[in-house]
């Protein structure tokens, strides 16, 4: 009786034990993830937080449609996906990025968490179909990004920005105007000329992301394709040799960009879509020539392929097609905007938890949600020209991504939590 006993309690000890491991263990866990947030890479909460809201942006389609929700999710949906998902990986990679480029202080933890809170109150708004509010709210978070990120760059930087960057300013200064007159709009539109508001629409939900795409595109992507880099230059405090040329070279393609969604708003649309193909085009051709590097690369660079591929065919279409713009326009943003945000979201997980290795690699997570949005853009794209099924093919196009998503979430997403060691 007393061996039973005694085996009796040190059984029950030692599962106690392994409880108490097991439960600080998970406390270490999450103290960690929490200290590589705080350790200024911001990516590790907003790209997380930016997958479940654009998840929830998607998903108003279905749930419309199918009688779940009595709100038309055509504004609620827009700005859920620009100022909510979309916003969330900008901030999430220039809050990482750019410090680490110009050696400036990184986002201090409360910053992290300010922008996270912000991004839950606009979805929140929108939601709720304040969009009056929500804009502010996100005039507001604009403002407060371009004066943290400014103020390191002045202040403390020790080299200079890869000279492709003036495109981000561009974009947030677009992103900035748009939503400044959409605000103003709602309280009185006829305060405004029409063009004015149409220009606002087109700068808030294509120029905010366009703009940065090239710029920062110039600088990351011909690294997934094994190309030399035309925005490398040695550190330094002043201008090296061939900075002022390349910045140059940028300004003109992001001002042909710009120039088209000036004709566009003046309801000169097959110019205006032609004008942002040429400048789109010319400056990718250059800066990113993807086409000679058709082969190879891994998953990461054929995701990437198709989501330039799509920017580019976007306008083209366009402007070929332009009473079918707002049709065409979801070749943009599904499988060139949002699919190019989960390909490069990978590779900053990937690089900053140690498994760098993995860039060239077949990763099925990545296939798999690479072709189911693809289905979606396909789907969605293909409906306006089927109205008796038009609404039920929009929900299909929304599970569709809706899975994409969830399987690149499910196998990508969990390394935000480990560390790079290298």
Sequence with gaps: MNVATSLSEASGSTARHCRKTNR????????SYWRLVASGEPFRLLFPLGTLIGLYGVLHWPFYIWHFSPSYPGTIHARIMIEGFL??????????????LLDVPRFQFCETIGFAAGLICITLLHATEQTFWGDQLFLFMLGALSMLLGTRAFLFRKDNPPPGFVLVLLGLCSAIFGVSV???AGASAAALPEWTITL??????????IFPIMGIGAFLLPRFFGLSNRQSFPESLTLPPGWKASAAFAIFCGVTVLVGFVLEALRFEHLGNAFRALGIVIYFVREV???????GGGSLALGLRVALLSLEMAYVLMAIWPERRFTLVHLLFISG???LTFIIATRVILGHSGQSAKFYFTLWPVLI?????????ATRVSADWMPAVQLSHYAYASISFTVGVLIWGIFVLPSVRLKDDE
Excluded: C, N
Aim: hydrophobic content about 60%.
């Design 369 to 377: 949600m690479v072709v189911l949005v693809l289905l979606a853009m």
């Design 87 to 100: 916003t969330a990986f900008v901030i999430g990679f220039l809050g990482t990025a750019l410090p680490r």
């Design 200 to 209: 606002s629409r087109l700068l808030l939900y294509q120029g905010y992301l």
């Design 289 to 295: 020539p993807f086409h000679k590097a058709m082969r």
């Design 182 to 184: 959409q605000i103003v």
């Design 337 to 339: 905007f949002a699919l």
């Design 24 to 31: 600080t263990a998970r406390l270490v866990a999450e103290d």
